[in-house]
């Protein structure tokens, strides 16, 4: 029996009181503070375009952002258009955050640039192709690949949009695996200390994990990221014949995708309106958690999803060691140099960069050029580069069993 969450009488009669009063505490973070690292002209804000709308906008125009259609979100090698990709996850984050921060009176143009840009960074082929990535950069470099920051990387170096540091503190900071029951932020004064942060994540991965959003509305998109997958990835699932509704515990949380997210999110506002931080109870905690697990275990961790890691890891290898070769050879009709340096360096781009892009360190631009493909891309520039090769992609069709 399905069950949807109301929020009490008691608090819907405060919220509907307090803004008719216009008597709501104001938590949301003040634009007239948003920091940039380059204060241009060409970016202050207006009346009509606000410091976090010029961000969204930047963004929404940012060449990479065209790629989330043809992104892993959790299954890959699918011909079925009813299959998540990250396009439509983005959507969902952004759409979820927006509907708890507008009930809680925070900044919505800050909530939406944060969600469009916290994955722009991420590998093809979902998590397993940003674990593989990240194994062999360490390999070569010592140094860790993380999507969260690499997002940061897309928006503020590859391409200089010159983001305010709240917009990408809020992407860096997203950690969407890591479910807390209680959310605060914590003061980011200068993008120095941003940076340090950054760079300690590329030494060591589990930095990571320590980042915190350093305003409210970053603190709502980390926990939004996680309800716009938890029940979405299960619905993919049932699509694909990997898992039914069946196979999940109900744990108080409902099993639809529509009766987890109304649910959890009825219970963060209960336990977050007027407060300067996001909360939810232990009971929706502990579901929450127990749900993950489930998604883990039937999900995640099934075979027919596991089965093409050692495929692409295969795939991905052979990338890297043939682009780095040509790279460094200085091969010019390589697509590293056709399809990834020439088109960062379109003057647009390259006359705002404060770097030479093809100077950078090698191993740095093979993983910017990896990290950018999509799904199809990476298949199709593997068997451009090895036509010999015997490997297979084993794709889903529409009609295969």
């Not at 396009?87 to 009930?103: D, E, P």
């Not at 995708?257 to 336990?271: D, F, K, R, S, W």
Request: charged content about 25%.
């Amino acid at each position: 029996m399905q069950r949807y969450e109301n929020l009490s009488q008691e608090l819907n009669d405060r919220i509907i009181q307090e803004k008719a009063n216009k008597t709501q505490i104001d938590f949301s973070f003040d634009e007239n503070k948003a920091l940039r690292r380059n204060l241009s002209t060409n970016d202050g804000a207006t009346v009509w375009r606000t410091a976090f709308i010029r961000d969204i906008d930047k963004i929404l125009y940012c060449p990479f952002y065209n790629r989330y259609a043809d992104k892993t979100q959790v299954l890959s090698l699918y011909k079925n258009d009813d299959i998540t990709h990250r396009s439509l996850h983005v959507q969902l984050v952004s759409r979820i955050a927006r509907t708890i921060g507008k009930t809680l009176n925070l900044n919505l143009d800050l909530i939406e640039a944060i969600s469009l840009g916290h994955d722009i960074g991420h590998t093809p082929f979902g998590h397993t192709g940003e674990k593989i990535l990240s194994s062999i950069y360490h390999e070569k470099t010592g140094r860790f690949f993380n999507h969260n920051i690499h997002s940061v990387r897309v928006l503020d170096q590859i391409f200089p949009l010159n983001l305010t540091l709240q917009t990408l503190n809020g992407i860096a900071s997203h950690n969407g695996e890591l479910e807390l029951s209680e959310y605060r932020p914590i003061e980011l004064n200068d993008f120095d200390e941003f940076d340090n942060q950054l760079e300690s994540c590329y030494l060591d991965e589990k930095n990571v994990l320590k980042l915190t959003p350093c305003t409210l509305e970053g603190c709502v998109v980390r926990i939004s990221d996680i309800i716009a997958y938890l029940g979405k990835d299960r619905h993919d699932a049932e699509n694909s014949d990997i898992a039914k509704q069946t196979n999940f515990e109900d744990y108080g949380l409902g099993k639809l995708n529509a009766e987890i997210i109304n649910n959890l999110i009825v219970n963060l506002l209960e336990n977050s309106y007027g407060k300067p931080y996001i909360k939810m109870d232990d009971k929706h905690f502990i579901a929450l958690k127990q749900s993950k697990n489930d998604n883990y275990e039937f999900i995640y961790k099934n075979q027919s999803v596991k089965k093409i890691d050692d495929v692409i890891e295969i795939i991905m290898r052979a990338l890297y060691e043939q682009l780095f070769d040509d790279l460094v050879s200085k091969k010019k009709t390589s697509p590293v140099f056709t399809h990834h340096i020439d088109y960062l360096n379109k003057p647009h781009y390259k006359k705002r960069r404060k770097f030479n892009y093809e100077n950078s360190e090698p191993n740095q631009i093979i993983v910017d050029y990896l990290a950018s493909m999509t799904d199809d891309y990476m298949i199709e520039l593997y068997h451009y580069l090895f036509p010999n090769s015997a490997i297979k992609t084993p794709y889903k069709g529409y009609f295969d069993k």
